[in-house]
């Protein structure tokens, strides 16, 4: 596999190239080759830098955007259809070595294929060169994908957004119950209902009421979405 020309459009030259050519490799082609490992172990790897990557570099480069605004930007950045756009751009779907059934299904063309490979890419290069390495590469890549900071998603918490579509559906507000508490001290998990003026009850439970109150709020609006 000559990967130069790849090596050159991700940032990094590798200095144990085998990494680079297992996270080209979808486990339909490991199970018909012998000898081969799959990308699926690094793809696990590499998730995990590009999110600590994307998340670190979003809270140095807007400092006064709020929690809620990171979490979208960043959720926005990493997603399986942004991930798959900049594979293709990388020309990843060249180099990703696919079982023959696979190739014949247009494997080579899916969009959580190409996410998957360009995630184990990262990972490889995690391994090869440390996270400065990783990090080098991704904020490289990622450099012109940044929104402006004028352009910025609203930051709107699932309580507030839960208040707008109640207000706007049924003319009334939920209401949050703390329903009870378990586990030491130490260690509390809060239940919290929030009840929609129709009479549907939601639970969320986290590490404090306000968490727990923000995850029923996420639920009821996933139950209101999909209605």
């Given at each position: 596999?000559?990967?130069?020309e790849?090596q050159?459009s991700i940032h ?7 990494f ?17 490992d799959d990308n ?10 590009l999110?600590?990557c ?6 140095r480069?807007?400092?006064s955007?709020a929690?809620g605004?990171?979490t979208r ?6 997603k399986?259809?942004s991930l798959?756009?900049i ?6 779907d060249r ?11 247009g ?14 890419v ?16 991704i904020?490289?890549?990622?450099e012109?994908?940044?929104p402006?900071e004028t352009?910025?998603?609203?930051a ?15 003319r009334d ?7 009870g ?5 130490h260690?509390k ?5 929030v ?20 995850e ?8 209101l979405c999909?209605?």
């Amino acid at each position: 596999m000559d990967s130069a020309e790849l090596q050159i459009s991700i940032h990094h030259r590798f200095g144990q190239v085998k990494f680079l050519e297992t996270a080209l490799t979808h486990s339909s082609f490991a199970n018909e080759q012998d000898g081969f490992d799959d990308n699926e172990r690094l793809e696990f790897l590499g998730d995990a830098v590009l999110e600590l990557c994307i998340s670190e570099e979003g809270f140095r480069r807007f400092p006064s955007a709020a929690e809620g605004q990171l979490t979208r930007i960043r959720s926005q950045l990493v997603k399986e259809r942004s991930l798959a756009a900049i594979a293709r751009s990388l020309k990843l779907d060249r180099y990703i070595r696919l079982g023959r059934g696979e190739e014949l299904q247009g494997g080579r063309e899916r969009d959580a294929l190409l996410a998957d490979a360009f995630e184990a890419v990262m990972g490889a290069v995690f391994l090869d060169g440390g996270f400065e390495a990783a990090k080098g590469s991704i904020l490289a890549i990622f450099e012109d994908l940044w929104p402006l900071e004028t352009m910025l998603p609203e930051a709107k918490d699932y309580k507030s957004r839960l208040q707008e579509v109640a207000q706007e559906r049924f003319r009334d507000r939920p209401i949050y119950v703390l329903a009870g508490t378990s586990g030491p001290e130490h260690e509390k998990i809060f239940k919290v209902d929030v009840t929609l003026p129709e009479g549907e009850v939601f639970r969320g439970t986290s590490t404090s009421v306000k968490r727990a109150e923000q995850e029923s709020a996420k639920i009821a609006l996933d139950y209101l979405c999909d209605e």
